[in-house]
């Protein structure tokens, strides 16, 4: 499992005491040890072997990290918080009470630090205990990953494909169109939305088949090994004994095949191609060719399609529409079309819309019926418990597996990003001006030359749609992103990841946490309430003191007290119920990200003008039409 957040954190604590050394050297405390025992971590958690991330023990030696580093967030904020909020109280008659205060909570941080540094060398030393070994070279573990991804390979059975037949026909077009030039031709994707079943069915068709002199399948996957990947194209196309393969160096190898093709009209598929260097790797072994050979390209990333050939034509299929993700349902649940009992329809329906036209989704589910009693009780049971069956039960870790691949490859600085997208509601449409604003205030941007924040935060949205992570629904006139969407199986990979990060924690109703939650600590740092539900104020709400951002998308009217969340750095409450803001916001000395949108709010109270970080306000009343119980009147909205 990925540790964005704790390594992300680790970095902040070290440059906030870089940046504060006169509190440093009054606090004695011995920065070189605390950023050393910091470094040292952030390289551990970068190294800790990919085959180890699922075990139980490393997951407990990060989590304990991550509660120092949380520890650590927190009393440097509170130390924050509580500095501003003296100076404002601050009138000369207060004045040596208020420099005793300031000893004090510098005493506090000071205190609180030492702690901290002697907890990060005890996690340091333990790791042995834990058993935590590094990653000892690349080669090693390419070799043994990619066994493991060889299994995560979808079986693809072209007989039983759905629908596909426009993406057929315009695919076959471009392949056998009258064009010298090797062109690619690519299909681009998220997981599991049938891009190798496309590929396949267009791979086997007559006409393709008649077009081309030899074809050849390589099935790249994340990890890839060098001689493995040349080896299995020269197999596909010569057929070569063993012993004569085994002789041959990767020269040889790669020699062979360019002969081989030099006087054909080829037509190669490159399935599941993640990063460049792959192609580089086999590149040398496909001449140029000019009689019109031909690349298929399966990638979920946009921009290694375009690096295999700048000038190709990529095409991106459609999830299923509800007609056709039924029809592939039924197929995989009865064996043919049409054959679901009218009484099951209701039921199959309902929970085929849960899988938002993604086909490996549809295949699982429907899997998993065809082995269940066909009736209205085992069905309803299923359709209790689908969202389980989606994303936990054994069918759904399988979707759920193939669809992680794309968040393990995501380097730190998009998977927070990433995370992020939890925090809205699901199958909601997201400005992407809005989320821009949100990442800044959140701290994922890194500084990057002259470029500002908010053009690097462009470019990460940019990433995370060529990985295929969201879809754009809209763009604006220039090109650029404008509104966006996240597929919403993609949408449960980030909350599951979200939540064992401790990143952020949904609809929390009734200030009710998850018991494992409790606890300064491990609370988490995000909150979204998009309940229905009211979220009614009672005694155990001391975990909001270290909440850092809420999205309160509730239709009830946000009544959360301001002081008990000092910490806030984002506070979202669009489109909820709130007329007026407390003056008490002004103490949020964080707070960094204001969004009003769709609330009644048409003044705002001065103390507004207290918050000096702030960076993003968002501001657009609408008309309010309830009455003063909060019920909605009659009228429409002019
Ligand atoms: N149009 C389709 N008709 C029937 N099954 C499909 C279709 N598209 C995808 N599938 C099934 O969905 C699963 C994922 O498809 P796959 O082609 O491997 O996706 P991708 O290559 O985009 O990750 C496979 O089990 C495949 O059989
Ligand atoms: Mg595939």
Redesign the pocket.
Known sequence: MAESAVAFLLEKLGAFLSSQLDLVVELDINICSLQNDLALLQEFLKDVDARQRDSERVKVWISQIRNVAFRAEDAIDRYVYEVEFQKRRGGSSKKTANHARRLKIRQELGTEIQGINKMLQKITASRLDFGIEFRQSDEGEASHSSKILHKV?????ET?????EQDVKILSEKLTIENPRRTAVS?V?????????????VYNSDDVKKHFDCQAWVYVSQKWEHRELLQSILEKLVNPSKQEIAKMNLEGIENKSKEYLSTRRYLLVI??IWDKLAWDTVRGAFPEGKDGSRIIV?T?REEVALYVDPQGFLHK?QC?DER?SWD?FC??AFGSKGGCPEGLRKIGKQMVSRCAG???A???LGGLLSVKQKTKVAWGKVLKRITYELHEGEDGQNIQR?LRLSYDVLPDYLRSCFLYFRLFPEDSEIDAEELIQLWVAEGFIQERGQETMEEVAEDYLEELVDRSLIQVVKRNSTGGVNKRRIHNLLFYLSISQGEEEKFLCMNVVGNHLPANNVGSTSAPRRVAIHSKESFSKNSNSSWLGSVRSMFWYSDYSFQQSINDLKLLRVLNIKGSYIRRLPKEIGLLVHLRFLGLEGTYIETLPSSIGMLRNLQTLRLGARLDTRDNNGRQLDGKVP
Request: glycine fraction near 12%; charged fraction near 25%.
């Open positions: 390979m979808p079986i693809v059975e039983d494909v759905v629908g596909f299909i994707g998220m997981g599991g939305l049938g891009k190798t079943t496309l590929a396949r069915k399935d599941d399966t979920r299929p299923l056709k592939l197929l995989r993604l086909p490996l549809i295949t699982v193939i």
